[in-house]
């Protein structure tokens, strides 16, 4: 068999030669492999690393959906914990043959193992590889939520009523094991059980008679279970406990933060308590980076604007500006384009508000306006590190913005967000601001805003022809567009758009997470000659359609042709 290590590595720098270096010195630092590195901190997908391993094994692969159940009495044909040693999972059978998922063909006594099976339980073991994240995913399978919950609040109810009196006066330590091991089990089991479905938010919520616990899953919000009213301030407390606050301290919000291993990774959660009637609401956001950090393309970026903003950040000084209005996708921008310049030999500093996802090779900084550690004093600081690209959370003040434009006029590549509606917004909003009109075409590179659109369901959406009134906005719209871009989408002279259903998978209602819609404006001469003469926004605006420019607008509706997102929408938010 052939050196699998040796042989994904040697193709995992054919494909990524910038990155190849640090991750394998990161992985040998964390004492694992590199595909259990790249797992763990998703820097390449487990798709495409499948693939690779199916070049390097000539086996089959097997890839779950994410809805699938494996069938118990097969699924427990290898018992679990030989499962995890071998990281192998028995997924399906006919008659005497038995599908098993390996992760590494090449385990120490992977073999022995399979041979055990197969002599002991007289079935035909039949090998399909898998990537890590399915292991995973089939692993859970072995505690399904539902069922596992009903357990652990059953233990609970086994126990007399909690008595509040003795949370007061601190339990003596031999009590305290069995007084709160349900309660840590519960937690441990909601927060690992979330990682898993990969939410973003998980919420415990008291209601008037029970605790609502409801995980917000691409950008809905779904009931998942309760819990009796009782044991509301036990889940509470086990919380408080974890991200290091207060737990007398009922009557203003509190902020923390805590790191937990689940399923062997590394993920940081950010904790927010707040008081309400009488009792707390929990909301905990879920910052795993094989959710929440994205590359450009996975957010909705096109090639023709990806190549723009690829050409801008080699440049060695200078400005990118994102903007939008609040909630449109801009920190996932940012960090997506963080991890597109994050590479050994460059010099890596950024400040913000907070620091979502700790990114390796990245000096991160958090400001904290209450000790004056502000965007612009912490600014100030890091001018003095010899960085080479800054990467400011927001422009919102004078300060920050004067001391960025003298960043980037000083050898420096600046990135930031601002909150204006649209790209050339951002020059008036900095002009207002304070800022030397003359400067602007000097620093700024690149200007890009956006919005979030539904993305619709693959599933169930349904096709139609657009109807008189959509084909005028999609003519006006492609009036402008540069050219070869509508050559897929116009059927005759007309064209189709896509609608919403609602099925099983999308919990019927027609739409699974969201995309960016985007426009990004190069500052070219023209644009730069524009902003000097001092033209108005709306004169300047003129010029975008000869600069190689797709409007918000334009990319929405190339999105909506391709059954990325609905037409209506589109129209409705640029
Ligand atoms: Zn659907």
Redesign the pocket.
């Known amino acids: 068999m052939p050196n699998v290590e040796e042989t994904l590595t040697n193709k995992i720098k054919e494909l990524y030669p910038d990155q190849i270096q640090s991750w394998l010195e990161a992985a040998k630092e964390r004492k694992v492999g590199l595909e259990e590195y790249l797992y763990q901190t998703n820097r390449v997908s487990g798709q495409e690393i499948l693939k690779i391993k199916k070049e390097i094994f000539k086996l089959p692969v097997k890839v779950f959906n994410q809805d699938e159940i494996i069938d118990e009495k097969v699924l427990t044909i290898i018992p679990e914990n030989t499962a995890k040693v071998y990281q192998i999972v028995a997924f399906d059978h006919r008659n005497n043959e038995v599908d098993i998922g390996v992760v590494n063909p090449n385990q120490p006594n992977l073999t022995e193992a399979i041979e055990f099976i197969k002599t002991s339980l007289r079935v035909e073991p039949k090998i399909f590889l898998i990537s890590f994240n399915d292991f995973y995913f089939a692993i859970r399978q072995y505690h399904l939520f539902s069922k596992e919950l009903k357990g652990l609040i059953n233990q609970f109810r086994e126990r007399k009523p909690y008595d509040q009196t003795k949370e007061i006066v601190r339990l003596t330590e031999e009590v305290l094991p069995t007084e709160e091991a349900p309660v840590i089990k519960l937690i441990e089991f909601i927060i690992s059980e979330g990682v898993a479905q990969k939410v973003s938010d998980v919420h415990l919520e008291p209601l008037s008679d029970r605790t609502r616990l409801r995980f917000r899953i691409q950008g809905d919000l779904k009931t998942v279970a309760y819990f009796p009213k009782d044991i509301h301030y036990q889940l509470i407390n086990r919380i408080k406990i974890l991200a290091d606050m207060k737990i007398e301290e009922t009557r203003v919000p509190q902020d923390g933060r805590f790191r937990a291993w689940v399923e062997d990774r590394e993920i940081d959660f950010r904790v927010g308590i707040l008081p309400v009637a009488g009792t707390e609401k929990v909301a905990i956001r879920v910052l795993d980076p094989s959710v929440g950090l994205k590359r450009l393309p996975e957010i909705g970026v096109s090639d023709f604007n990806f190549d723009k903003i690829k050409a801008a950040i080699k440049r060695p000084f200078g400005m990118i500006l994102i903007s939008g209005p609040t909630g449109s996708g801009k920190t996932t921008s940012l960090y997506a384009m963080l991890q597109e310049l994050n590479k050994e030999n460059v010099n890596l500093v950024s400040l913000e508000d907070p620091v979502e996802y700790e990114i390796d090779g990245v000096n991160q900084s958090q400001v904290k306006p209450e000790i004056n550690y502000t965007f612009a004093t912490g600014l100030r600081e890091i001018l003095r590190q010899d960085p080479d690209i800054i990467l400011v959370g927001e422009i919102r003040d004078r300060e920050t913005a004067e001391l960025a434009v003298h960043a980037s006029l000083t050898g420096h590549l600046v990135l930031s967000t601002i909150h204006t509606n649209n790209a050339l917004g951002t020059i008036t909003r900095l002009v207002d601001i304070g800022i030397e009109r003359f400067l602007l075409p000097q620093t700024i590179l690149l200007l890009i805003s956006q919005r979030l659109a539904r993305r619709l ?1 693959d ?3 349904v096709k139609k022809d657009a109807d008189e009134n959509f084909k005028k906005i999609i003519n006006e719209s492609f009036k402008n567009l540069p050219g070869g871009l509508t050559d897929k989408y116009a059927k005759g002279d007309n064209y189709q758009i896509y609608y919403p ?6 919990n ?3 739409f ?1 997470g969201r995309i960016g819609i985007f426009e990004v404006v190069l500052i070219t001469d023209e644009i730069k000659n524009a902003v000097y003469q001092g033209l108005t926004e709306e004169e300047v605006a003129k010029l975008l359609p000869k600069q190689n420019f797709i409007s918000l607008r334009q990319d929405g509706i190339l999105k909506a042709l391709a059954g990325l997102v609905n037409l209506e929408e589109i129209v409705k938010i640029t």
């Open positions: 369901c599933d169930c959406k259903q609602g099925c099983q998978k999308c019927f209602k027609g699974v």
